[in-house]
């Protein structure tokens, strides 16, 4: 397994945003972990980032204990981060946004035939590369944000909320390429989304979280036929309940 993930814990003071979460990514696979704002998704990936150290239970990348270590160390262990809202550096070119990327990589001939396959996922990358990061659309910023991971050289590509702020055709579009990338390198990706449909429809495997916790886990094939799931983040005759009701009757995901 790349990742094992077992009753991992955050906690922000008094507040556990993230308790007992128990996960695994598997070589090469999509994953996607769908839930609604407050969830925990973002708790979850910036634990496994080490960004935030965990309270308790565990976590193993490649079979090594990640949890506790700096997030320096867990990105120079193949574990990479796109956190939400992009962060690029917008006063910096796009080239050389993307060079951050690399700066830990000593293997100058991979990087740059790594920097050609990201021009070739991402052609709008290319034709800006001279330009300022900050002046890019909203997609476009997004799409040198993975780019400039991928030039990290990850195991596993982790996206916190890609979506956010696009347009549903910006979202197809990158959801397709990180297909794409995943399909053509066989780097395995974690993505946290609030867009259900789009991340069933790319992903392979699914998690649920609710207030911190995992409340049901399947292929995302299997998540999207589900009548709960269906009704809760697809849309279906749920509508009209309350937040409470909503929550009772997601209890009882299987």
């Known amino acids: 397994m790349l990742l094992d993930v077992q009753n991992l814990e955050t906690w922000y003071g008094p507040v556990a945003a993230m308790k007992g979460v128990n996960l695994s990514v598997a070589e090469g696979r999509i994953v996607a972990v769908l839930g609604a704002n407050g969830a925990g998704k973002t708790t979850l990936l910036n634990t496994l ?28 262990l193949g574990l990479v981060l796109v956190p939400e809202g992009r962060q690029i550096y917008p006063f910096l070119s796009v080239a050389e946004n ?23 996922w991402f052609p709008r990358l290319k034709e800006r590369e001279t330009q300022m990061a900050g002046l890019l659309s909203g997609g476009e910023q997004q799409m040198l ?4 991971a991928y030039l990290s050289a990850p195991k596993l590509l982790m996206l916190d909320e890609p979506s956010l702020g696009l347009s549903p055709l910006l979202v197809r579009e990158i959801f397709a390429i990180v297909r794409r990338i995943r399909d053509e390198t066989g780097t395995a990706v974690l993505v946290v989304e609030q867009n259900a449909a789009v991340a069933l429809a790319h992903g392979d495997d699914g998690y649920i979280m609710e207030l911190g916790r995992i409340v049901a886990a399947d292929t995302c094939a299997a998540l999207s036929q589900k009548q709960d799931v269906r009704e809760a983040y697809l849309g279906g005759s749920t509508h009209g309940l309350s937040g409470a009701q909503r929550w009772k009757r997601r209890r009882t995901w299987r």
Do not use: C, E, N, S
């Open 49 to 76: 980032a080490g960004v935030v150290d965990p309270f308790k239970g565990t976590a193993h990348f490649r079979g090594q204990p990640i949890h506790g270590l700096d997030a320096d160390q867990v990105a120079r």
């Open 98 to 120: 993307l060079a951050m990327g690399a700066y830990a990589r000593k293997d100058r001939d991979a990087v740059a035939r790594d920097l050609q396959a990201v021009f070739g």
């Open 145 to 148: 944000a993975i780019g400039r």
